[in-house]
């Protein structure tokens, strides 16, 4: 016979998963950590196909298989080149080449940048009090710096491209 009581604990746990299903955005979905050129993520729109502008509200940080807490992995395929440079005193940063095709960016797209001033809201890198991140899948360029001072992490020239905001080897 079944009890109201299971029937109730039954209902509450249909609830839970609606409830968390319909969850917003964890810290976790919104925190990069950069390790090595092995262990790192990046933002990216939470859909294949979006316009990196788009998603400056609404990215989630996206990382190589096996990078520690991370929660989601880069599609397979996207990552080309990845360059570690930086040291923990002052700032970290990966620069490199990625195949825009492996996530259905737009190649007429120049890109955007997400960053900890709020691209997306309450972006940020784990361990470090800044961060800037651009994505420009009209040249394959991609860059992060995780900063702890502000200066070594300039979020107001993204239009100036990954190679003058995170300059690095090679894009
Ligand atoms: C950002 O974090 C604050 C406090 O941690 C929270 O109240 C707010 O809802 C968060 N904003 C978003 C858009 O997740
Ligand atoms: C960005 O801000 C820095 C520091 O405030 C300033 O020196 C620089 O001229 C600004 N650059 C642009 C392109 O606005």
Not at 82 to 101: E, L
Not at 138 to 143: A, D, K, L, Q
Request: net charge negative.
């Amino acid at each position: 016979m079944v009890t109201s009581t299971t029937l109730f604990t039954f209902l509450i746990l249909i609830l839970t998963t609606i409830v968390f299903v319909n969850a917003d955005t964890s810290e976790a979905d919104v925190t990069a950590i950069l390790i090595s050129n092995t262990q790192f993520c990046i933002f990216l729109p939470p859909a294949p196909g979006e316009y990196i502008s788009d998603s400056e509200k609404t990215a989630l940080a996206f990382c190589t298989p096996g990078t520690p807490t991370s929660v989601r992995d880069l599609p397979d395929g996207f990552i080309i080149s990845a360059n570690f440079g930086g040291d923990s005193s002052t700032y970290v940063q990966i620069t490199g080449k990625m195949n825009p095709d492996a996530y259905q960016l737009h190649h007429d797209d120049d890109g955007g940048q997400y960053d900890s001033a709020g691209s997306p809201p309450n972006a940020s890198c784990a361990g470090y009090e800044h961060f800037v991140n651009l994505v420009e899948p009209n040249n394959g360029n991609y860059c992060i710096r995780c900063c702890h001072y502000k200066s070594d992490c300039p979020t107001n020239k993204s239009t100036e491209g990954c190679e003058k905001v995170i300059p690095g080897p090679p894009y």
